[in-house]
């Protein structure tokens, strides 16, 4: 039983100690209305399929006996012992059982561990025929171990990590990570959060957060695209259940103290593992809860070779009221009736990756990718194993991708009970995203180059939906954001007192560059009066040679009718500029027509006429022929009502 006692301390999820801290902030969400943990379950014949496979899996599994569950975890990796195992137990035909092919993956595992892969597809090539309703899965296991090798460095990232580190959660840009640590220089107890800077090409020393950390166990799982809230998984006193899901915000003063979600996000039973989306409107998260697709069985409780509980992967949007919605279980192609772990949502939107214990892998927990295929988040690819490279006998959990295309992060077993935090140099192509990525990365200012926090909104011009918000961070006004390729954007950045600043970036093409930078430069609504500033109404278009304004336009313009609503003492001039190789005083006349369009169009979403000057400037601006996409424009400027 020791080791088994052991085991249960790895995953640091069913010490039920006294808890000794509690949040200082308000809760995080309305509660829930309905009362309901889980959505609507997807039926359809297609996953009704998939769910009655993993069903068979684990009725095959429940054959193991606890007893054998424990003796095949503390099976390692002597030869005298592994001679036993194949001559006692397997013999020369051994029974198809779930003990059986545990002791063989077990063996494999062993080679596996000091790549001797073509040692592994020995072992399972010889046993392949006795277990002809695993052949299917031992077939791609093999496939797996023969696959070549990409060019692919696996480092640990410092010393100072120890065994002891888990989880790693990446900022984007790559420069710093923040990790959860058991008994780390200057913890409080048990597992606590660090953050590590990278200097040079060296990870420096961890250093611990004092105001989420306790002498309780805490682990980081998560950071939000604009990397100013972190979550984190803890036992507080304002816990509903053993485990949940908090978050703590990046402040001029540092990390807050931690803040409780409200239910639907956290209920009575063990709630874990919570990232954003890269759009920041919904979380992705862990749970045990009682409702899904298959039998409820608790986080600690051993069934079918499993104390992990039957933990799957949900996620839930918050509401204009502010409350989350009822989380949606993400269906039995993502979730098995064994325990999913850590998922992460790259910045695609669409491509998911997590650990699981259930998809018949290499060892325990491996790490999948899966293509979201619709909205209803139940739909997606058949998870595929990220290889032998990133995967190994034990458990590989919390892989993290940053925007560097040449750095991502996971968290490695090398031993049982040992876990260290690894960086990947590059990523197989099977490993890859589903879509390129175009990251941005930027300092919002004032008008005197003061850095400010302001919230940077991002809209798909085709579809009018807003698919993205951050903010950029307090005292540096650093941002970092990302939009896939294939469509064209409008993105804004706004401030209460200031005007907002548009910018328009076309993907269409799908060229990709690595990160850009794009700084916003705000002046406040004083300024831009006092100094006579134009702002410029970048995704504001009208077809060609015309004065008819192109649909998408009315996105732009909404935000110049907010300007004026939420400041009713003010007027504005609209001013339009023409380049054409036509004669000046047709350029001034289309000017003006320009400039009349906008009037009509802001007139009709409820602006007084009277509030709205117009002037076509035609080409007086444009004596540069590099200049005419910048003549060929439409701006306004602030002026204070007489």
Partial sequence: MKFFSIFLLLFLFWDCQTTTKDPKEDE????????????????????????????????????????????????????????????????????????????????????????????????????????????????????????????????????????????????????KVFISGLDLPEGKGGMDIYESKLEGDIWGSPRPLAAINSNDDETVSGISMDGTELFIT??????????????????????????????????????????????????????????????????????????????????????????????????????????????????????????????????????????????????????????????????????????????????????????????????????????EVQYFQGIVTDEYNNPIQAEIEWQDLDTGKIIGKLNSRPVTGEFFMSLPSGSEYAFYARKKGYVNLSLALNLKNGQVDPIRTQDFRLVSIGSAINNGWEVALNNVYFEVGKDSLVSKSSYELERVVQILKDNPDLQIEIRAFVTSNKQEEQNLDLS???????????????????????????SSSSTNPDEKEKANRVAYRILLEP
């Fill in 592 to 618: 003006t027509q320009r400039a009349e369009a906008i009037k009509k169009a802001l007139v009709k979403m409820e602006i007084a006429p009277n509030r709205i000057l117009v002037k076509g400037y035609g």
């Fill in 234 to 435: 803890g036992r507080y006193k304002s816990s509903y259940g053993v485990e949940d899901i908090f978050a703590s915000f990046l402040t001029e003063k540092g990390w807050t103290n931690v803040r409780h979600f409200r239910q639907p996000i956290n209920t009575e039973y063990f709630d874990f593992d919570a990232s954003k989306t890269p759009d920041g409107k919904g979380i992705l998260f862990v749970s045990d809860r009682p409702g899904g697709y298959f039998d409820y069985h608790a986080k600690g409780e051993y069934y079918s070779g499993n104390t992990n509980g039957n933990s799957d992967i949900y996620v839930s949007f918050r509401e204009e009221s502010g409350a989350y919605a009822t989380p949606i279980n993400l269906g039995p192609i993502i979730n098995t009736p064994g325990s999913e772990r850590t998922p992460y949502l790259h910045s695609d939107g669409k491509t998911l990756y997590f650990s699981s214990n259930g998809l018949n892998g290499l060892g325990e927990f491996d790490i999948y990718k899966s293509v979201r295929l619709d909205d209803t988040w139940q739909n997606w690819t058949e998870p595929v194993h990220l290889g032998k490279q990133i995967n190994g006998p034990f458990s590989d959990l919390s892989f993290k991708i940053t925007a560097q295309p040449s750095l991502s992060f996971l968290s490695r077993e090398e031993k049982p009970n040992q876990s260290k935090i690894f960086s990947l140099s590059s990523l197989p192509k099977k490993a890859k995203p589903e879509v």
């Fill in 28 to 175: 995080i969400g309305e509660e829930s209305k309905n009362g309901s943990m889980v959505g609507e379950l997807n039926l359809s014949p297609f996953l009704t399929e998939f769910r009655q496979k993993r069903i068979q899996e684990f009725q095959w599994r429940s054959e193991l006996s606890f007893q054998e569950y424990v003796n095949i975890q503390s099976f390692l990796n002597d030869p005298g012992e592994i001679e036993r195992i194949q001559k006692k137990i397997l013999g020369e035909e051994p029974t198809p059982s779930y003990a059986n092919y545990l002791y063989i993956q077990k063996i494999a595992g062993f080679e596996i561990q000091n790549k001797r892969y073509n040692e592994a597809i020995k072992i399972w090539e010889k046993y392949l025929k006795f277990f002809p309703k695993k052949s299917e899965d031992i077939l791609k296991i093999i496939a797996i171990l023969k696959e070549p090798e990409p060019p692919l460095t696996i480092e640990e990232i410092g010393t100072d990590f120890l065994n002891k580190s888990f989880y790693p959660v990446p900022e984007m840009t790559g420069t």
